[in-house]
């Protein structure tokens, strides 16, 4: 019933930015939390950023002050800018949708590759 489509991920050199884009159908965004996970080779996945249906934000301590997440309810559309890209920032990204109810809907993942 809700589909969720990920976009924005690619290759960039370190200092680059990248925004991440997660849009989902239907009305989940008056009831949801939206969160963005990420995951690399070897290591756990772990939560980056995530905003409320409120607008609460809260990021990992290592992306503060670079990551920034925001939702456009209009849009149907969460985003994660990402500025002053790191190698450590290489990862597989996933949005997420929660809800402390109603099952968690997930993007399909995209690829963040920060190298020289």
């Known amino acids: 019933q809700v589909q969720v489509v990920e976009s924005g991920g690619g290759s960039v050199q370190p200092g680059g930015s990248l925004r991440l884009s997660c849009a989902a159908s239907g009305r989940i965004f008056i009831v949801y939390d939206t969160r963005w996970y990420r995951q690399a080779p070897g290591k756990q996945r772990e939560l980056v950023a995530g905003i409320t249906v409120g607008e609460i934000t809260n990021y990992e301590d290592s992306v503060k002050g670079r990551f920034t997440i925001s939702r456009d309810n209009a849009k149907n559309t969460v985003y994660l800018q990402m500025n002053s890209l790191k190698p450590e920032d290489t990862a597989v990204y996933y949005c997420?949708?929660?809800?402390?109810?109603?099952?968690?809907?997930w993007g399909q993942g995209t690829q963040v590759t920060v190298s020289s």
């Open positions: 997420n949708f929660h809800h402390e109810r109603l099952p968690d809907y």
